[in-house]
């Protein structure tokens, strides 16, 4: 049984008796005229079918597994290329497959048994459309696919330590590679064919490669500014292998040495880094990553005076807000953002052995601060992606330098 079919049994086992789930794939988005963005799987759809196309609609019960899909089609396969078809689909383990064309006549009868019937929320819309009258038996399945997507098998973290890799190889490059007067964009480009040289042919989300002011915008992605010579450039990105994100962020100076100010930030945005990394264990709760993040960035801009007043009212306050306003991290996986953080009370989930985070303390100096002009638009974060183990926490991103004479010495070959 491949790990697809053990996901759906699985799934099924965690359903009410008498209960049949109804999956939607994602559809292909317009970008401008007659083009399309790249295609992208629903990240759900992908994890429990493995079916790569659009316009699909997966039914899962206790012994059947059902794809609604495309129809081979000679003439559109000529332009887009292959269409899997109906009779292809028993290569994803289904049981079935049916056209897509018949959905809306044959669904009815499928499901029309069943006690519950389970779906994405963000799907129900669709769901109602199809099964009107339905309502009353329509149960979300969100919260029982996230909690297992949040730990990861070992099929998944061989591939997330593979993207993570390839990801810190573009980090690596890129040091090598910046100079001043080159354009953010040029530098984005050097992380793009790093991605592809080494089979990740997406960006797990739009690349961030901001100068100066700009490395104090937190999505800033226009990457259309100079490099200038004496500026930092934060950079964050990742790739996508096999629908896993990475997530790395390393800040670095233009020219190669960090001046004085910009040596100071950067030490304040380690120490927190290191220590937060340190409380991601198993049954320790997130808000503690974050609060030592808080802890070490508050006293750390009161020690360098950007900051007044003391440290328990900076932080009961959020005084440190202006410089540090988000969170310490975040869940990674099929999702660069991805889910299973949260019980359904809506409280943060203890860690657990297999989840992955990402730990990004930073702190942003913008020029409307009331603070000395030479700490104006510094924008520093450092992230790191963390898997929780048995046996404490692995740094999937650590063949990235982050010590400040680890960047120059590697800036300086």
């Known amino acids: 049984m491949d790990i697809f079919s053990k996901r759906r049994q ?19 988005i317009i970008r401008n005229g007659d083009v399309n963005y790249p295609f992208r ?26 794809i609604f899909c495309k129809e081979k089609n000679k003439l559109k396969e000529q332009w887009d290329g292959e269409i899997l078809g109906p009779e292809n689909t028993e290569k994803y383990g289904a049981t079935r497959g049916i056209s897509i064309s ?3 006549d044959i669904l009815p009868e499928l499901v029309k048994d069943f006690a519950n019937i389970y779906c994405f929320e963000s799907s129900i819309k669709k769901l109602k459309k199809l099964l009107p009258n339905t309502e009353s038996i ?4 969100d919260f029982e696919v996230s909690k297992m997507r949040a730990i990861k098998s070992e099929e998944e973290l061989k591939i997330i330590k593979e993207a993570c890799r390839i990801s810190s190889l573009a980090h690596i490059r890129a040091m090598k590679s910046v100079k ?16 592809m040289s080494h089979g990740a042919r997406a960006c797990a989300y739009p690349s961030i490669v901001g100068g100066g002011k700009n490395s104090c915008v937190l999505h800033y992605n226009d990457n259309k500014d100079v490099l200038n010579d004496g500026d930092l450039v934060l950079v964050d990105a990742g790739c996508e292998l096999n629908h896993y994100a990475s997530d790395i962020t390393r800040t670095f100076p233009v020219n190669g040495k960090f001046s004085k100010e910009q040596r100071e930030i950067y030490e304040i945005v380690l120490e927190a880094s290191k220590k937060s990394i340190e409380a991601v264990i198993s049954g320790s709760n997130p808000l503690k990553a974050h609060e030592t993040s808080v802890k070490i960035i508050s006293q750390g801009l009161l020690d360098l005076k950007l900051l007044e007043g003391d440290l328990n009212e900076v932080i009961e306050t959020n005084k440190y807000f202006d410089f540090y306003m988000h969170r310490v991290g975040h869940y990674l ?33 913008n020029e409307n601060l009331n603070v000395p002009n ?25 063949l990235v330098p982050k010590e400040i004479k680890d960047i120059e010495v590697l800036m300086s070959t």
Not at 10 to 28: H, K, Q, R, T
Not at 338 to 364: A, H, L, Q
């Open 10 to 28: 699985f799934l099924s086992e965690l359903l009410e008796e008498n209960s049949v789930a109804i999956l939607f794939g994602s559809e292909e």
């Open 41 to 66: 799987q629903n990240s759900n759809f992908s994890y429990l079918t493995n079916f790569p196309e659009s316009e699909s609609i997966a039914v899962l019960d206790e012994k059947n597994f059902i």
């Open 102 to 104: 018949e959905c809306r």
């Open 138 to 141: 329509i149960k979300p399945l």
């Open 180 to 195: 001043p007067g080159m354009y953010e964009y040029q530098l984005e480009a050097e992380y793009i064919h790093e991605f």
């Open 333 to 365: 996986g099929l999702d660069v953002h991805d889910v299973g953080g949260k019980n359904e009370k809506g409280d943060w989930v203890d860690y657990s052995p297999g989840m992955i985070t990402t730990i990004e303390p930073g702190i942003y100096i």
């Open 374 to 398: 030479q700490y104006k638009n510094i924008g520093i974060r450092i992230e790191d992606n963390v898997l929780v183990t048995d046996k404490g926490f692995e740094v999937l991103t650590d």
